[in-house]
């Protein structure tokens, strides 16, 4: 079945794969952003433990989307991983500091004599939900305000210097903290994220007094989030030029527009594009709506509202001959997925595993509402069940 | 600008370090999680409380080690960006796949199913908490595949063609990657050996159980399933480090050279039972390579070939060339007489330069002479990484280190078949709390077990040197461009990173292991 599609096909087909990885990332770290609110939400212990364990529940789900978000990138255009995470050297190591201490904090925080103390864990909780979300909104943004990198793979044949991809200064990926539009979006993926974790955790516990406080928190993050994101959306996507691939010459240009292009060019992108933001607006205001009880239900239109959203801007990247990631520096040696991606025989293979994707997403579904059937009290931490 | 050589050293550490920071804690997660399914299996199917104790109290070890396997799993994975920049192109259409299959068909697997087994207790049914422990065994094992596949392609690359054009290697047949029997003995041997460390892990606090005479029950259940386990553990890691040892023969003869300290080939050669180098000695000079060395005569020549009179060339041959290779993987020009290390450097460079000489003409539109160029660069391509080489000890991994590490192994693999026999036997009996000095001797090997482990890695790893791609393309052309200062400076906050979470992990466990299995599982205590 996918042997008879043309690289260009499998080539879109793998970044839309791309993009609804990121998108479900981008969801996912609800998780970091409930992280950021453990005593903002939570005042007594009780209530503390209560919202770290409603999260704690998901975090692999975060962490493992991560992990195959880079697998994936790195199986379907290398060029990206090879570029990017050698030339950002210090944006993703920051990154990945911060995601080192995630997953132990959650197991060892409440575990007796474990060295660090449970505040220290509970900081590291903290970290890893700021610098996480707001880096990897920063890196992304990357994606449309470019990079300074130039590729030449002929230097493969320079002996004293063979390095086919190099990253113009010293900053090493520190350059894209300098521009402000890479800091809007790294702070509306924050408040993304933490508005997201308000919803989620008000869906998912029984606590009136954290209840309370979530409908307080959720416009003091909504309306940041708003904010920075119409920024980034007005000045780094609608407004701006992208990088345009010439389908004949193969040459790589500036294109005031290029992502309003894209948007109108692609008619079903733009609706998921509109769609999502729809949603996550619905679902910001229904408390404002609807009083009684479906105000805790927030979380069922942000949720898919924000994977909707992202979904389609991250197609408008990468589709509809545009590069993906700019090189600032020379515009040729920007990345698309055409001269980035893998051969058409490993984007083939990689296209069959793709079908076990729904399956997954079966099981995932499964086994999530197995556990959530129920929603989280602090009843059951006094029942001997396993807890953080 | 000069090939950056203290970067290319600071980045193989760190990548180093994170690998042996990694597997400190996957054999665990690997050996423990098929264990723990075992005794979840014998709760359901015999209704005994007593098993759902000891298989809440060994999960709650389980979950203090899983994560910290994850943490170091994510940085490894971005590291081949981050510091192996081009080698992720110039590999990765290969090498990306299996990271990506890993995560899709493995880590989701074993991510849902593990919170299934933590949380779901009172939430869902029995069976499908059972169900649930199992697939998180194999979620972890599965990715233990996907990775072993990865690093065997590396060992031996093989089904991909370098692609001019594109200027990388791209993969021909999947199925071939697969199956290589580099991957296929890799895995077995390297799966097979966290089985090891599992069961040692298990037995050893057991046995700490019983000196203590606490928890009888649990203690004298876990040991005999876990030397059960292990004893087959440790005939299958024999059984595949055998196979590993012949395809090593096989296809990276300088590795097996240096596992065995031999510098001057000869026929009918001899295993090393017990030696001590000589510090003094180098490539090509008169010194004996040992100051004490006992052998097993012509096992070497026996075990690699499946021939006792074969010709096991030595460091030196393989520097030299000139001898009739018995080894399978050799270059189509070598079948008769193999090449010395300075015509492979001679001809990888006549490869790249092909390559650079290629890539020109036919951006200056000459096709006619650019084929001729393609055509002399895929003659001379076994021969590609060569070319970067500056001299022919540069193809010379750190021999002793090697062969320590090697020879510690196969020491620690086989003290464990003793220990496994020993401890089953008076199990079987019900002898073993009269032994306090097996019950000690059991817990004192816990550590010999992670030492097998690292030893391993170590001779995989520091004895296919040079390479990054064997053969193909070594570590100093494999790397990002980045400065060394960097690479140092993550290399050292990794290094307080890890070792602060290896801290507070043992402490954790030791103090778990001390409070023990009250009132089904010490959670939250």
């Given amino acids: 079945m996918f042997e008879n599609m043309s690289l260009e096909m499998l080539q879109a087909y793998w970044w839309i794969i791309i993009s609804l990885l990121g998108s479900l990332l981008v969801f996912l770290m609800f998780v970091q952003g409930g992280q950021t609110l453990i005593c903002t939400l939570g005042k007594t212990e009780t209530e503390k433990k209560l919202i770290i364990n409603v999260l704690g529940r998901k975090w692999e789900f975060t962490f493992t989307t991560l992990v195959t978000f880079g697998g994936a990138f790195f199986a379907s255009f290398p060029l990206f991983y090879s570029t990017s995470f050698g030339g950002a050297y210090w944006l993703w190591m920051a990154i990945l500091f911060a995601f080192i201490i995630q997953a132990i904090a959650y197991e060892y925080r409440s575990k007796p004599n474990n060295f660090l103390g449970e505040r220290i864990f509970d900081i590291f909780l903290f970290i890893n939900g700021a610098l996480g979300t707001f880096l990897i909104g920063v890196a992304v943004s990357t994606f449309y305000t470019g990079a300074p990198f130039i590729v030449n793979k002929i230097s493969l044949s320079v002996l004293s210097d063979p390095s086919i991809s190099r990253w113009m200064g010293n900053a090493h990926g520190l350059d894209a903290l300098l521009n402000w539009k890479n800091l809007a979006l ?94 996550v607006l619905l679902g910001i205001a229904l408390p404002l709506l609807d009083h009684n009880k479906n105000s805790r239900k927030g979380i069922w239109y942000t949720g898919p509202g924000a994977i909707l959203t992202v979904f389609a801007l991250l197609c408008t990247a990468g589709l509809n001959d545009t590069a993906y990631y700019p090189s600032t520096t020379a515009p040729m040696s920007s990345l698309t997925i055409h001269n980035s991606s893998s051969s058409r025989y490993t984007l083939t293979v990689m296209s069959y595993v793709s079908l076990l994707i729904p399956f997954v997403a079966a099981y995932i579904t499964y086994a999530w509402y197995s556990i959530n059937r129920k929603k989280i009290s602090s009843d059951e931490f006094n029942s001997g069940e396993h807890s953080y | ?100 299959i890993e995560g899709i068909m493995a880590f989701f697997l074993e991510s849902t199913f593990i919170a299934v087994m933590f949380f779901g207790w009172n939430k869902v049914g029995k069976k499908f908490h059972l169900v649930s422990s199992w697939l998180t065994a194999l979620g972890a094992n599965l990715s233990a595949l996907w990775i072993l596949v990865a690093n065997a392609w590396m060992q031996a690359p093989v089904g991909m063609k370098f692609n001019p054009d594109s200027a990388r290697n791209e993969m021909q047949d999947f199925w071939q990657v697969l199956f290589s029997p580099v991957a296929v003995n890799k895995f077995f041997h390297t799966v097979s050996s966290s089985y090891i460390l599992a069961a040692v892990f298990v037995l050893g606090i057991s046995s700490w159980f019983l000196l203590k005479k606490r928890e009888r029950f649990l203690a004298k259940r876990s040991i005999f399933l876990a030397s059960v386990f292990g004893l087959a553990a440790t005939l299958a890691t024999a059984f595949t480090g055998d196979g590993s040892a012949y395809q090593v023969t096989q296809k990276q003869p300088m590795k097996l050279a240096a596992m065995e300290g031999l510098y001057k080939g000869q026929t009918g050669s001899g295993l090393v039972a017990f030696g001590i180098l000589n510090p003094s000695k180098k490539n090509g000079d008169v010194n004996d390579p040992f100051l004490v060395r006992f052998e097993f005569p012509r096992l070497l020549s026996f075990l690699g070939y499946r021939n006792p009179e074969a010709f096991v060339p030595g460091v030196d041959d393989i520097i030299k060339g000139g001898f009739r290779p018995e080894y399978s993987s050799i270059p189509a020009a070598e079948q008769s007489k193999t090449f010395s290390a300075d015509e492979k450097i001679a001809r990888g460079r006549v490869a790249i330069t092909a390559f650079q000489t290629y890539k020109r003409l036919l951006s200056a539109g000459d096709t006619i002479k650019a084929r001729e160029a393609e055509k002399t660069l895929m003659d001379n391509f076994a021969y590609f990484g060569y070319g970067y080489l500056n001299s022919p000890s540069d193809v010379i991994p750190n021999v002793p280190v090697t062969f320590y590490a090697f020879h510690i192994m196969v020491y620690i693999g086989l003290y464990f078949v003793v220990l496994f026999i020993l401890i089953l036997i008076l199990s079987y009996n019900d002898q073993l709390e009269k032994k306090r000095w097996l019950l000690l001797t059991a817990l004192w090997s816990i550590p010999l077990a992670y030492i097998g482990g690292q030893a391993g890695w170590i001779v995989a790893e520091i004895g296919r040197q040079p390479w990054a791609v064997q053969d193909m393309l070594p570590t100093l052309a494999a790397a990002s461009k980045i400065d060394s200062f960097s690479v140092q400076l993550t290399f050292w906050l990794f290094a307080l990173i890890f070792t602060i979470l290896l801290i507070a992990e043992i402490k954790i466990m030791v103090k778990q292991v001390s409070i023990g299995p009250k009132n089904g599982g010490p959670h939250n205590v």
């Fill in chain 2, 1 to 100: 600008m000069n090939i950056d050589y203290s970067m290319i050293a600071w980045s193989r550490g760190q990548f180093a370090l994170t690998a042996m920071y990694h597997w400190l804690f996957v054999p665990l997660t690997l050996g423990l999680s098929v264990l723990i399914a075992i005794m979840e299996s014998v709760y359901v199917s015999t209704g005994n409380e007593e098993w759902k104790r000891i298989t809440k109290f060994w999960m709650t070890l389980f979950g203090i080690n899983f994560v910290i396997g994850i943490a170091t799993g994510l940085i490894l994975e971005f590291e081949f960006g981050t510091n192996w920049s081009n080698y992720s192109w110039f590999v990765g259409d290969i090498f990306g796949a299996p990271l990506a």
């Fill in chain 1, 186 to 279: 790294g702070l509306a993926v924050f408040f993304l994220a933490r508005v997201l974790a308000i919803q989620y955790i008000a869906n998912s516990v029984e606590d009136e007094e954290i209840l309370k406080r979530s409908k307080q928190q959720l416009y003091a993050n909504a309306i940041p989030f708003l904010v920075f994101f119409l920024t980034w959306v007005i000045s780094a996507f609608l407004l701006t030029r992208g990088y345009f691939v010439e389908p004949d010459t193969g040459r790589i240009r500036p294109l005031k527009g290029k992502y309003l292009i894209n948007l109108l060019s692609m008619p079903p992108v733009l609706f998921l594009f509109i769609a999502g933001l729809v949603f």
